[in-house]
């Protein structure tokens, strides 16, 4: 069984080098493809950060336990915080678990006290949010994990409804697969999502 706490707590950037969350020691730890480590970065702010992405130019942005997103260019140094704790567009509540970015640079994170995905620009300023509290079509019962394919579509994870959204870029609900249970195709409260280059869908069946 996965754990049930799991969380995208690693990324690989476009030379392969693998980035991992080492948040009880408050640090992303970057290794060469072959496990060999190059080196580390962070602050206090990534203990018990639950989530990290990395964008086309190999920029690293995770969220973080002070309600914050981060970006980190590709030397490790921090280049743009935004975010505090609060009901505001631009604020967080809980449950940053998901984060992307798309071809344009703009930054998706998933905010579970407002059960929606909140969408900012490259400089962090709030645009819209996509998605509410339920079990209708594009609804969630928390948004767990956030993939964005190459036409800019997003994937999330809605855990409680145990099924896997598609948006389009717009936030328009396209589909959806997968329903409660153990069988293939089912799940019991999914929480990672990851694309691969054919567009392939991976996802964390926690229990």
């Known amino acids: 069984m996965v754990s049930s706490f799991v969380r995208k707590q690693l990324a690989i950037d476009s030379f ?3 980035y991992v969350v080492d948040s009880l020691n408050s640090r992303i730890q970057k290794f060469n493809p072959t496990g060999t480590f190059i080196t580390s970065f962070g602050n206090d702010g990534l203990k018990f950060s639950p989530s ?3 964008d086309s130019s190999n920029n690293i942005y995770v969220t973080t336990s002070y309600y914050q997103v981060q970006k980190f260019n590709s030397s490790g140094s921090l280049v743009l915080t935004f975010g505090s704790y609060g009901s505001g567009d631009a604020q967080f509540t809980s449950g940053m678990y998901g984060i992307a970015v ?7 994170v998933s905010d ?3 059960n929606s995905i909140k969408k900012f620009s490259p400089t962090g300023g709030y645009i819209t949010r996509y998605s ?3 079990t209708g079509d594009g609804q969630n019962r928390g948004v767990m994990a956030i993939a964005i394919d190459s036409f800019d579509n997003i994937y999330f994870a809605d855990n409680g409804n145990n099924r896997i959204q598609k948006l389009n870029s717009s936030g328009g609900y396209l589909s959806q697969f997968g329903s409660a249970g153990s069988g ?10 990851a694309l691969d280059s054919f567009g392939n869908i991976y996802v964390v069946d926690a229990n």
């Open 132 to 134: 509410s509290y339920g």
């Open 102 to 108: 798309d071809s344009f640079g703009n930054i998706f």
């Open 52 to 54: 990290i992405t990395i």
């Open 16 to 18: 392969h080098n693998i």
């Open 112 to 114: 579970n006290g407002t």
């Open 184 to 193: 293939p195709g089912q799940f019991n409260f999914p929480r990672g999502i």
